[in-house]
């Protein structure tokens, strides 16, 4: 149902209000020694990570454990702050046409790349239409006619037509500007040692190990990075991950566990940092499996899932429960009437369905994630009633993405995460069915989502677009291509001897305003 634009603006602006507070909410051990308050340079910062770097080729190989590290080397023109509001980057300011067609952008004064090269206007074109040409993962949608650099520092982008998402599209990880040409090297041989103006610079990476970055001496924010050297170090287990960082042989981690918050919280040893997240936790059908083509049979899972009772036994308070796609950390985020624990209503629309005795499916997850593990085992004992039978499947991460992405699987346990801030890249990515993902690998397809999710990209903000969101958000729910559960805190820990390492909206960390103390 369609808030009333007044309403959804109040909880827009409340849920931007929390994060803005939460950005500073660190919780640290008590300590009876003082932490200094003045960055101190020099050190190793060691972030225990759950899988490895696999590519630093932004366009191409967008997943979570790339681009946390991709954005460590490349930057794009405009970024967000904590609320989600666009802020220049590389460009140090841009204008609007009065058409809203031409965005001209103004490239910061005396900036280089990591080499020592300057950066250009034309360097951001070449970068610009690269991403045009490959799409990839986090493809370009607005309708760009031409991309033109006007002088060294000055670029200008004219679109087709107005497209509202534009500016947010180009703050995401795949925008990154780099050298035209790949500084005259293949592209395997510049991604392999790529150049970019970020705080960090690769040194090594192993696509089944570690990765190594050193500081960046050409970085355009003075004095920044702090450190020295900075180390991804995998470690696959949720467990082991916490045990690393008590015995100090980790600076800090990311994914933190729900359930070892209390734990972290309690030692003094170590720091936790959270904000909200644009991620939602969901259940996901493969719409192609005979079983889940069928909607009753998605209707009726939905009905005898308990979402708050998941979210509560699962994040000890870390999250929210939410009953739609777009978290309540984006703007248009909609109350929808969703199917929500009534296993009478359940039982009554699998009855409809072509499979009204049950059946036996298998629920895809990836190991290493004891939060994932426990909703597993919720949700498979939530379905016995209805005369579902579910076999969990835990798989290591790596090979969990290849499954999903080659629809090898019947439905599973993952999380859709927003790299920007406008709802449309979230919409675009789990439900355009021409998309890249085939809406995040389900192949759910609807015309009128389609249909409206194009309206979307071209009606200016305001009341008319939030409408247009809550009709898209009302029919996902009622066609449960998905089954969204709740909308996480981005958590990580350190240890109290490092200071500034704070997550992002996105689940990323600005590691070049870490520092440790010596």
């Known amino acids: 149902m369609t808030a009333s634009t007044r309403t959804l ?74 609320s989600g509001t666009i802020i220049p980057w590389l460009a140090e300011k841009y204008t609007v046409s009065h058409d ?53 520092h000055v670029l200008s982008v004219t679109l087709k037509s107005p497209y509202t998402p534009f500016l947010s599209e180009l703050s995401g990880f795949s925008n990154g500007i780099f050298p035209k ?13 790529p150049v970019g103006t970020g705080p960090w610079v690769v040194d090594s990476f192993d696509p089944s190990g570690d990765t190594t970055f050193t500081a960046n001496q050409h970085y355009w924010q003075e004095g920044k990075p702090y450190a020295d050297k900075l180390v991804y170090k995998v470690v696959a287990d949720d467990a082991q991950r916490i045990q690393q960082l008590q015995a100090g042989q980790l600076s800090g981690i990311e994914s933190v566990a729900p359930a070892t918050l209390a734990q972290l919280q309690g030692d003094a040893g170590v720091t936790v940092s959270e904000l909200g997240s644009w991620a939602v936790e ?19 899972i939905a009905w005898a899932l308990d979402r708050d009772g ?34 009478d209503k359940g039982k009554a629309e699998l009855a409809e369905s072509r499979y009204p005795d049950g059946f036996t499916t298998t629920l895809l997850i990836a190991s290493g994630n004891s939060a994932r593990a426990q909703e597993a085992q919720i949700i498979q ?38 790299d920007a801030p406008d709802p449309n890249g979230l919409i675009t990515f789990q439900a355009d069915p021409e998309g890249f993902s085939n809406s995040y690998w389900t192949h759910y397809t609807n015309p009128q989502v389609t249909k409206l999710m194009h309206e979307g990209r071209v009606t200016a903000d305001g009341p008319e677009r939030a409408k247009i969101y809550a009709e898209i ?28 390492l704070t997550p992002r909206i996105n689940g990323s960390v600005l590691f070049g305003d870490v520092w440790v103390q010596q």
């Open 100 to 152: 809203l067609l031409t965005y001209t952008f103004i490239l910061r004064s005396s900036l280089t790349f990591s080499d020592g090269t300057p950066v250009t206007a034309a360097d951001a074109k070449f970068s610009l239409e690269r991403h045009l040409k490959v799409q990839g993962p986090l493809p370009l949608e607005a309708p760009i006619a031409s991309i033109t650099a006007e002088d060294d």
């Open 9 to 82: 603006a109040a909880r827009v602006a409340a849920a931007l209000a929390v994060l803005a507070l939460s950005a500073c909410a660190a919780t640290p051990g008590a300590t009876s020694t003082p932490a200094p308050t003045t960055p101190q340079r020099g050190g190793t910062i060691t972030y225990g990570r759950a899988a490895a770097v696999t590519s630093f080729d932004l366009n191409n190989e967008i997943t979570s454990n790339n681009a946390f590290a991709i954005d460590q080397v490349f930057e794009p023109l405009v970024s967000f702050d904590t």
């Open 282 to 300: 969901q259940v996901f059908f493969n719409t192609l499996d005979d079983h889940f083509a069928d909607r009753h049979v998605r209707r009726a």
């Open 181 to 193: 040409d790949f500084g005259g090297r293949s592209e395997k041989e510049f991604f392999a040692k």
């Open 381 to 418: 004992e939530a379905l016995k009633p209805l005369g579902i039978q579910v076999k969990i499947e835990a798989i290591e991460l790596n090979s969990f993405r290849e499954r999903f992405k080659a629809f090898n699987y019947e439905f599973m346990l993952n999380s859709g995460q927003s």
């Open 310 to 343: 998941i979210t509560k036994a699962t994040t000890f308070g870390a999250a929210e429960t939410v009953r739609t796609l777009i978290p309540p950390t984006i703007q248009y985020s909609a109350n929808v009437e969703a199917l929500d624990n009534d296993i």
């Open 473 to 500: 958000q009302q029919i996902l729910a009622d066609d449960v291509p998905y089954i969204p559960l709740y909308n996480p805190k981005n958590v990580v820990a350190s240890r109290a001897t490092v200071h500034g």
